[in-house]
């Protein structure tokens, strides 16, 4: 059985190798812009690896847009349009149980408390070496941390004359 993609072609990469899955969908209104039936590949889809293909070779240098940034201004109307686009979809109930629990502080689940305890085994806490430093008051002869001394010791002192 030979098989041909169009789109694998014009990309220079392989023909698949196996059947192309056609779309149940077939709509009868011939498109403009070279859609609809009209289209070579109208209904039809590409496999998995041609898919896959397709991706790999628009990755890293060979993106036409590796190492390029987009201006703040057309960040910007990315930005709109997306959320113009966005507006009126209504989202999926797990979206917004994650937007909720992210606005709310949701407890994290005992899985989430796992990974994030792994995450930090063997590391220092944030905290580390900052203990404050044992000073002893020359009034009292009380030790303590630094912070906590300076503030009722010392020149504090109830033991100050
Ligand atoms: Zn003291």
Known sequence: MSIYCPLSEALGIPQPDHPIEYD???RFFSQPNGKGPLNSFYGKKHTKESKRLM???QKGEKNHFYGKNHSETTKRTIAEKTSKLKKG???SARHKTNIAD???GNPHTD???KNISLSKKGKPTWNKGQT???VEC???GKMGGN???KRWHFDNCKEKI
């Open 147 to 149: 912070s906590n001394m």
């Open 55 to 57: 991706s790999e070779s």
């Open 89 to 91: 979809i209504a989202l």
């Open 132 to 134: 404050d430093k044992i």
């Open 24 to 26: 149940d969908d077939i």
């Open 138 to 140: 020359p009034y009292c």
């Open 111 to 113: 899985e989430r408390r």
């Open 102 to 104: 992210a606005l709310r």
